[in-house]
Nanobody
Framework: QVQLVESGGGLVQAGGSLRLSCAAS????????MGWYRRTPGKERDLVAT?????????NYAESVKGRFAISRDDAKNTIYLEMNSLKPEDTAVYYC?????????WGQGTQVTVSS
């Protein structure tokens, strides 16, 4: 069982930056894939960015955040991060941390990010 706890959300003006953190209750070294998704009211949860485990790290980003967001992981702290720069009002959403260990999906409780224009 993997528990994920997000932090770092908040209110920021357009053009500003935020860093989200997701702390896992287990070692993330062997978790196949972790990432961030977001959901706005009335919409499905959409992929933001993912990062793989192992010696070769692969990244995947939604087109809408490429060049502005960066995902990273710190295996020693069992934590992943999402650095968000040049934020836009359309980035406003609840952001969820996700993990997949080849057996099932795990989700955090979500953290609200609000970008004011």
């Amino acid at each position: 069982q993997v528990q994920l706890v997000e932090s770092g959300g908040g209110l920021v003006q357009a053009g500003g930056s935020l860093r989200l953190s997701c702390a896992a209750s287990v070692s993330i070294f062997s978790i196949t894939r972790m990432g961030w998704y977001r959901r706005t009211p009335g919409k499905e949860r959409d992929l933001v960015a993912t990062i793989t485990a192992g010696t070769r790290t692969f990244y995947n980003y939604a087109e809408s955040v490429k060049g502005r967001f960066a995902i990273s992981r710190d295996d020693a702290k069992n934590t992943i991060y999402l650095e968000m720069n040049s934020l836009k009002p359309e980035d406003t959403a609840v952001y969820y941390c996700h993990a997949n260990d080849d057996y099932r999906d795990y989700w955090g409780q979500g953290t609200q990010v609000t970008v004011s224009s």
